[in-house]
């Protein structure tokens, strides 16, 4: 445990300019540590003139600040994953695979530390944190048995003398543009399973949360991910308007809210590359007649508050089969007993919303319900 904590501790001083890195963080600006970027296997400094505050969404205390990534240096890193691209299309399957047999092994050991950083930076419960790190990880165990899903078909004899055969090979640079809602498990939703099938990565993580994606990547590389093979920028839209236009990236992926995923995808498309994007969701839960009202009030509770309602399965609608009246009282109970507090408390139940305006948005549109249905008592 102590060699994990050191490893975490020195993963810390590459990301980042550190004189200490703690759940305390420096109050001031000037005073809290920049954030680098990785290019070519290397965390460097950025050159920019621009910076974004991350805070800790607890304290409002300034963690580190965050370069919004120069044009340079964006098409240094597309140029080092090019670059590093035919060597490791070339390296097996089972190489490949073997890094991130390692990677999820080093992932567990510094499982808590991640966790520690998604809090600080996010501020969900630290117990939350630790179920995102997890959620990422199992993505990085499916990485280590991709070898089937890149198998081709073989069809003889589709017409006269012609057997019909398909192969799936790799890209080229994919990028990835990440929300602040799960700042490791979504990075991890991404280039494990891209690079183990051959491509090489340029990764956008949040700019409000960015310091666990580069503490993964500090682990990637300790893996034996080649240099190059993964690269990370920051910024804001400019950048993601960089990844969508530049010709030399085939294929982006992206998760978060509506208005961004179309734009993404359309200008993405626009550029002839492969596009995913998975967009806000709404969630509903129907309860029956019969359901057990002890463990159905915790379900719906864990699923509707959890994270601060702030993630795509968050349930935003219930619908009750029968009324709503026999359901009034528990729920409002059950809302009441979950304590708000900052993340690593231990009696935490709900960590803050991310920035104080999500929070003031949130309780518009609590306000708005409320008007709109006339309050509780309308409920039905």
Same mark, same amino acid.
């Given at each position: ?156 004899? #589709? ?73 990370? #920028? ?7 308007? !960089? ?27 626009? !550029?002839?590359?492969? #596009? ?9 839960? #129907? ?94």
């Amino acid at each position: 445990m102590q060699r994990s904590q050191q490893t975490l501790a020195l993963a810390y001083a590459r990301v980042l300019h550190l004189k200490r890195f703690s759940s305390s963080a420096a109050a001031a600006s000037a005073d809290a540590p920049t954030v680098k970027l990785l290019i070519n296997g290397e965390f460097k400094d950025s050159s920019t003139d621009s910076w974004i505050n991350v805070t800790n969404p607890a304290t409002q205390d300034v963690v580190s600040r965050l370069p919004l990534t120069t044009v340079a240096e964006f098409k240094a890193a597309v140029q080092a994953a090019k670059d590093a691209f035919p060597a490791w299309r070339a390296t097996p399957v089972p190489t490949r695979q073997r890094v991130m047999l390692k990677f999820q092994e080093l992932i567990r050991q510094n499982w808590d530390e991640l966790a520690k950083s998604v809090t600080t930076e996010q501020g969900k419960t630290f117990q939350d944190a630790k179920g995102d790190v997890f959620r990422g990880l199992e993505v990085v165990e499916a990485a280590c048995g991709i070898a089937p899903l890149l198998m081709g078909e073989t069809v003889e004899n #589709v017409a006269g003398g012609i057997d019909c055969y398909s192969l799936r090979q790799p890209l080229g640079v994919c990028a990835g543009i990440c929300p602040f809602n799960f700042p490791a498990m979504v990075p991890l939703w991404m280039y494990p399973l891209a690079v183990t099938a051959g491509n090489t990565f340029v990764l956008k993580p949040s700019e409000k949360d960015p310091g666990a994606s580069l503490m993964l990547a500090d682990l990637a590389m300790q893996a034996g991910l080649p240099r190059g093979v993964l690269n990370i #920028v920051h910024g804001t839209r400019d950048v993601v308007n !960089n990844i969508l236009d530049h010709p030399d990236i085939a294929a982006v992926s992206f998760v978060g809210g509506d208005a961004a995923g179309r734009y993404i995808y359309g200008r993405a498309a626009a !550029n002839g590359k492969r #596009v995913q994007c998975n967009l806000g969701a709404k969630n509903h839960a #129907v309860v029956l007649p019969d359901a057990d009202v002890d463990s159905t009030v915790k379900a719906l509770t864990g699923a509707s508050f959890g994270a601060a309602g702030q993630r795509c399965m968050a349930i935003s609608a219930v619908v009750f089969v029968g009324g709503f009246e026999r359901w009034r009282e528990p729920m409002l109970e059950a809302a009441k007993s979950l304590k708000v507090n900052g993340g690593m408390e231990p009696d935490a139940d709900v960590g803050p919303m991310i920035t104080p305006q999500a929070k003031q948005r949130a309780e518009a549109l609590i306000q708005a319900g409320i008007d709109q249905v006339g309050g509780w008592g309308r409920m039905t």
